[in-house]
């Protein structure tokens, strides 16, 4: 798809962000948090977003949607249905029942870890990474070299929500990265 298909994908999700709930001081004071719950209770809203995922990853051979806990959850399965292809959830430690693949990974303040199931993914398949923020970057990064140590080809990295000001996209440079809303602040 080309870039003016893309942006004219994200172009027509603008008045999502009147579903959007924002939140002061949560989770802690001076953060703006942008609470989606609002967003997916609205049917026209929810289905303008799946449709509007979809727009811009069908035709792009996607073999798998990963979507990371929690809220990758939510959009993930969807857009893999409308993609014909697979879902994988990738998890928080111990929350998979077989032998898994982790990477661990730092935070401004602290680590934090990921686990996939080893069998998850077969060499070459090309997975999509779909979340529904994009802040620092740091988890949808580790998610991708996650992905990548099973010899997984990233197809692109996919958000709802980009928070430009925190520049979490230029940790994915080498990725096609692709967001249906922008806050600069």
Not at 92 to 107: E, S, W
Not at 137 to 162: D, Q, W
């Amino acid at each position: 798809m080309s870039q003016a298909a893309s942006t004219k994908a994200s172009n027509n999700c603008e008045p999502l962000k009147k579903l959007i709930r924002e939140v002061p001081d949560f989770p802690k004071p001076g953060i703006l948090f942008y609470d989606i719950t609002t967003l997916l209770k609205d049917k026209l809203g929810l289905a303008t977003l799946i449709d509007a995922l979809a727009e811009h990853y069908i035709g792009k051979e996607v073999d798998l949607v990963l979507g990371m806990e929690a809220r990758g959850f939510i959009f993930a399965p969807a857009l893999a249905y409308r993609l014909n292809a697979g879902f994988v959830p990738v998890r928080k430690p111990g929350k998979l029942p077989a032998a898994t693949a982790k990477y661990d990974y730092a935070l401004e303040y602290g680590t934090n870890t990921l686990e996939i199931h080893k069998d998850a993914i077969q060499a070459g398949q090309r997975v999509l990474i779909l979340d529904d923020l994009l802040a620092t970057g740091g988890t949808a990064e580790a998610t991708a070299k996650l992905a990548r140590s099973l010899g997984a080809e990233i197809a692109g990295l996919g958000f709802v929500v980009e928070l430009d000001f925190l520049k979490g996209r230029d940790k994915l440079k080498q990725y096609d990265v692709f967001s249906l809303l922008h806050y600069d602040k």
